[in-house]
């Protein structure tokens, strides 16, 4: 069936380092792709999206491509702050409207 | 105004008991849905209503009964609770069923079964 895989955490930085978060998808069709954000103690916030091959999702310096032909939709942003860490979470939009979602990424950045 | 609320946002309880979780959108929007998060993280859909109708009902024990009034509100009921059903369990809605329509999230409810 349709699935999400990213990559496992934690995720340790220093701030104003590089950032990826690898994502891949199984899926029949032509799903949306998501990334959604969790900080602490709060609910699920969508961060980007992409609907269609080679469509870049961009929101408050993250960036994420869907690629079809290697079923990726990696996060990335350029200079991580103190303020990102959270859990980070890839997810797809099935055929049938059922939203599958990867198993989350905790990503901590230290000052 | 909050757009996705849930109530309560912290619930304890003892096996056994039965209790409900309530979900309010106030975007206008047709689908609503349930979702179940684990110690992990890891998230799962449970339910999902378009309309008020019944649309994604996943693998869940029929200790758990949806409800949905209006098209505004999708509250989850549980019966019998067992210490497996301690997760935060998230709410959400989007506009409809199309494929791209983003799903928005409420703040969740901490579920805590003794």
């Known amino acids: 069936g349709d699935s999400v895989t990213q990559m496992e955490g934690p995720v340790t930085l220093s701030e104003e380092a590089f950032l990826t978060i690898n994502c891949t998808y199984t899926?029949?069709?032509?799903?949306?792709l998501f990334w959604y954000v969790q900080y602490p103690g709060e609910g699920l916030q969508l961060l980007l999206k992409a609907t269609k091959a080679d469509d870049k999702g961009s929101n408050k310096g993250f960036e994420a491509t869907y690629r079809k032909e290697t079923t990726s939709f990696h996060l990335e942003k350029g200079s991580v702050q103190v303020s990102d860490s959270a859990v980070y979470f890839c997810?797809?939009?099935?055929?049938?409207?059922?939203?599958?979602f990867g198993a989350g990424t905790r990503l901590t950045v230290k000052p | 105004d909050t757009a996705v609320s849930q109530t309560p946002k912290y619930l304890v309880t003892q096996m056994g008991n039965d209790k409900s979780i309530k979900c309010e959108q106030n975007?206008?929007?047709?689908?609503m849905y349930w979702y179940k998060q684990d110690s992990k993280k890891f998230l799962k859909i449970m339910f999902s209503?378009?309309?008020?109708?019944?649309?994604i009902n996943e693998t869940v024990p029929n200790r758990f009964s949806p409800k949905s009034p209006d098209k505004a509100h999708l509250n989850l009921h549980i019966n019998s609770l067992e210490l497996g059903d301690s997760a935060v369990y998230f709410c959400a809605s989007s506009q409809s069923t199309g494929v791209s329509d983003t799903q928005y999230f409420g703040p969740g409810t901490r579920l805590t079964v003794l």
């Open positions: 997810a797809l939009i099935t055929n049938n409207n059922d939203m599958r």
């Open positions: 209503y378009n309309n008020k109708e019944l649309i």
């Open positions: 975007l206008g929007h047709d689908t």
């Open positions: 899926a029949t069709g032509y799903p949306s």
